[in-house]
């Protein structure tokens, strides 16, 4: 079993930056991908970043490609997402999952993942 925390979340102006961290406790030899999931109200989930423990590989969503950055450091359990040039579409609540697969385009766009955090609130405002 895996545990999954993401830390508070927060209010940015338009144009700011976060930082969101994943804390993973817990033991599953199979997990290898780390993703970011968000849902905005009214809209489905989406999967917009990964990463893979095993070689790094990295992964986003077109929507975020370029202003967001996923890394992770793995003798702490911990991948973090950190969110520059935010704007108000990116408000939403952000979850980290964990897959048993490697950081894929697939895997970043799967709509189950196998572990899963509570979900963290980002607002951005204009």
């Known amino acids: 079993q895996v545990q999954l925390v993401e830390s508070v979340g927060g209010l940015v102006q338009a144009g700011g930056s976060l930082r969101l961290s994943c804390a993973a406790s817990?033991?599953?030899?199979?997990?290898?991908?780390i993703g970011w999931y968000r849902q905005a109200p009214g809209k489905e989930r989406e999967g917009i970043s990964c990463i893979s423990k095993s070689d790094g590989t990295t992964k986003y969503a077109d929507s975020v490609k370029g202003r967001f950055t996923i890394s992770r450091d793995n003798a702490k359990n911990m991948v973090s997402l950190q969110m520059n040039w935010l704007t108000p579409e990116d408000t939403a609540v952000y979850f980290c999952?964990?897959?048993?697969?490697?950081?894929?385009?697939?895997?970043?766009?799967?709509?189950?993942?196998?572990?899963w955090g509570q979900g963290t609130q980002v607002t951005v405002s204009s």
């Open positions: 999952a964990a897959h048993r697969s490697w950081c894929s385009v697939a895997t970043m766009r799967a709509p189950l993942a196998d572990y």
């Open positions: 817990g033991f599953d030899t199979e997990v290898d991908a």
